[in-house]
């Protein structure tokens, strides 16, 4: 007897819902293969977003603090000035100018040096 060969021609029922299968199969795994490289691409597209705008934020504070700083150094450069031009009077007048002194040197916008140079200017 011989043996049964293989079937030659169209496949049967089960050799095409086979094949059927494995297509879908593929399809599938294709498909969520792209939709997770999509969802990636978007999710590291809005990190990159988020950062740049963190970086334009820091930017804008930075320079907020650079112009207060240079506004307080301004005020300070301008405060002995101010100080020297007030008029040297009685005792009473003298200890008001002395207090304002150490208030605006408590309030930093005298330092140390400033501060000696105006007391020394009050004094004589």
């Given at each position: 007897m011989r043996g049964r060969v293989g079937r030659v021609g169209r496949p049967g029922l089960i050799?095409?819902?086979a094949r059927t299968a494995v297509i879908a199969g593929t399809a599938n795994a294709v498909t969520g293969a792209?939709?997770?490289?999509?969802?990636?691409?978007?999710q590291e597209q809005y990190a990159a977003q988020q950062y740049e705008a963190e970086q334009q934020q820091a930017q804008m504070q930075a320079a907020a603090q650079q112009a207060a700083a240079q506004q307080a150094a301004l005020q300070a450069q301008a405060a002995p000035q101010q100080v020297a031009a007030t008029p040297v009077?009685?005792?009473?007048?003298?200890?008001?100018?002395?207090?304002?002194?150490?208030?605006?040197?408590?309030?930093?916008?005298?330092?140390?040096?400033?501060?000696?140079?105006?007391?020394?200017?009050?004094l004589g």
């Open positions: 050799g095409t819902m792209q939709n997770r490289r999509q969802a990636g691409r978007q009077g009685g005792g009473d007048d003298l200890m008001a100018q002395l207090e304002k002194l150490g208030q605006m040197k408590q309030a930093g916008i005298l330092d140390d040096a400033e501060f000696a140079a105006a007391k020394a200017k009050l």
